[in-house]
């Protein structure tokens, strides 16, 4: 508890300073491209840490359950491209192409948390892409694989991936990530007693989920 609450201090930190120092600068009297830079950041800063509560939330309640539920069989591809949907208009902004191939299987799988984890996946794979790239999700039975054409991660960093608040730096130097959102796909695995296993393919990232 006590390192779990260290690192989300550590995560709290660097917005709450953003927005402190930019609310201290809106209180003078800027250029109106100061003033909307300044109130900018102010929103994205704000964006981040709701980002971050949400993880918080979602990884908590999914911790709090012992397995998965699912009433009726589960089609990976239409969880896949709800999720795809989801992210379109973010990935867009970055001029990045998403594709999806196969068709997948259907199984014993809660759609809800299959798309959620997909989710975060696609977003992990929006962050590291580079535009005008395309991130790739292949479908094959019960296996699902996120691939985008990104820098990839150091070696030594592989198996920290889906560590709570574990986070590598972006293309851009910047580490912008909560390092909650391959936690959330892990937990959502392990309800399934599936398996998330991530390689380097140079370029660009794989990580693969495995459903039973």
Known sequence: VEGYVRALTHELKSPVAAIRGAGE?????????????????????????????????????????????????????????QALQQVQARAAQRSIALALHGDGASGPWEAELI??????????????????S?????????EVQVQDAGPGVPDYALP???????????????RSGSGLGLAIVQRVMALHGGQMRVRNTAPGLCVTLTLP
């Open 115 to 132: 798309t959620l984890a997909l989710g975060n996946l696609l977003d992990n794979a929006v962050d590291f892409a580079p535009p005008g």
């Open 25 to 81: 600068l809106l209180q003078e009297d800027l250029p109106p491209a100061d003033r909307a830079r300044f109130a900018d950041q102010v929103v994205a800063q704000s964006e981040r840490l709701q980002r971050l509560i949400d993880r918080l939330l979602e990884l908590s309640k999914l911790e709090q359950r012992p397995h998965a539920e699912a009433s009726a069989p589960v089609a990976l591809a239409a969880c896949a491209q």
């Open 160 to 174: 920290r991936l889906g560590e709570r608040f574990f986070t590598t730096a972006r293309p851009d130097g910047t």
């Open 134 to 142: 395309t991130v790739q999700v292949r479908l094959n039975g019960a």
